[in-house]
Every structure is written in C-alpha cells, then in structure tokens.
C-alpha cells in the first residue's frame, strides 16, 4: 500500500512529467496492461509492436496528498483515466469543502424545519 504524505492543507505539489525511461519501467511493472481494465497498452501492427494511447495517472492524486513518486504512479488507457480523473475530483472537491467547515470558512448547512403535517382524524392511532 502506498503511503500519502502529510502535507499542509493547501501545500500540493506541482504534478512532474515522465521521462521516457520512467515511462518504459513503468509499463514494464504493469506488463504492458492497463490496471484498471486490464486492456493491453500495446499492439501489433504489420508485425510491429506499438503502444496505444495512454494517460499517466497518480494512484493517489496530489489534490489528495499525493506524490510524484514512481510507485504512485501508473499508465491507464484513456477511458480509464478519464473515468479516475472524473472520479477524483470529486473526492477532492468533497475534501476542499470539509476542510473549508473545519476552518470555518463555509458555513455549515442548516436543516430544513418542516412545520409538521395535520393528524388525520380517522387514523387508527387517534381512536
């Protein structure tokens, strides 16, 4: 399991690029698939092997914590990644949101009143 390090609330580090090398090692750990879907990220055409379109992806976003390191990272085909990319912002914006009430930033919601319904006269409980 990959350890998210302890940052301020509003310290996220800026997200750093692969260099090919890193890139390969990469898709090497995940044997040329995609870990999501487990789709392969590599075809062959005429013989020839050649790689599909693919994102680079934290496991962890930054937005949550997480780091540039390469065991937080992993290569997923694009649907995937729009899919996780979808998926975390909301749970970073959950996260802006909470830490904006715990600051007292953002007023907490108050609950709706409900003025009460009218008893019907011929319920059972009323005889």
Same mark, same amino acid.
């Given at each position: 399991?990959?350890? #998210?390090?302890?940052?301020?609330?509003?310290?996220?580090?800026?997200?750093?690029?692969?260099?090919?090398?890193? $890139?390969?090692?990469?898709?090497?750990?995940?044997?040329?698939?995609?870990?999501?879907?487990?789709?392969?990220?590599?075809?062959? &055409?005429?013989?020839?092997?050649?790689?599909?379109?693919?994102?680079?992806?934290?496991? &962890?976003?930054?937005?949550?914590?997480?780091?540039?390191?390469?065991?937080?990272?992993?290569?997923?085909?694009?649907?995937? #990644? $729009?899919?996780?990319?979808?998926?975390?912002?909301?749970?970073?914006?959950?996260? #802006?949101?909470?830490?904006?009430r715990l600051t007292g930033m953002?007023?907490?919601?108050?609950?709706?009143?409900? $003025?009460?319904?009218?008893?019907d006269p011929l319920h059972w409980k009323n005889?």
């Amino acid at each position: 399991m990959i350890e #998210a390090p302890v940052l301020a609330p509003n310290e996220v580090t800026q997200r750093k690029p692969l260099t090919p090398a890193e $890139r390969r090692l990469i898709l090497e750990r995940q044997d040329h698939e995609c870990p999501a879907c487990k789709g392969p990220l590599r075809t062959k &055409i005429d013989g020839q092997a050649l790689l599909v379109p693919m994102i680079d992806e934290h496991i &962890i976003p930054l937005g949550l914590g997480g780091s540039n390191d390469l065991s937080n990272r992993e290569l997923r085909c694009v649907p995937c #990644a $729009r899919e996780k990319t979808r998926v975390d912002r909301k749970a970073i914006a959950k996260a #802006a949101r909470i830490r904006r009430r715990l600051t007292g930033m953002e007023p907490r919601k108050q609950k709706i009143r409900s $003025r009460g319904f009218p008893r019907d006269p011929l319920h059972w409980k009323n005889v």
